[in-house]
């Protein structure tokens, strides 16, 4: 089977696009992270005292990473169908 899987396209395929996910998906919490360790000026700044803009910018984070890990759990899903059809 491992052969099979070195082999298949749609396997490689869906293995990077995971691969290419986890690393966005990393990103986006690693950006809400440091946004949530700042004290009350540095946010001040990034938000220019805004906190709307603040409230805005956390709620796309937060949306842009819940989208990347349903695409990856739809891209795992494929992987795990390629290799259900491998056997």
């Known amino acids: ?8 396209i749609e396997f490689i395929n869906a293995r990077n696009e995971s691969l290419r996910l ?3 998906i990393v990103t986006v919490n690693q950006e809400l ?4 360790k700042m004290d009350e000026d540095s946010l001040g700044e990034l938000c220019g005292f805004n906190l709307q803009d603040l409230h805005k910018m ?3 984070r937060l949306k842009t990473s819940a989208i990347y890990v349903q695409k990856f759990d739809d891209v795992s899903q494929k992987g795990r169908e390629v290799l259900k059809n491998l056997d």
């Open 1 to 8: 089977m491992k052969l099979y899987v070195q082999d298949s």
């Open 58 to 60: 956390i709620e796309d």
């Open 22 to 24: 986890i690393k966005d």
């Open 33 to 36: 992270d440091k946004i949530f």
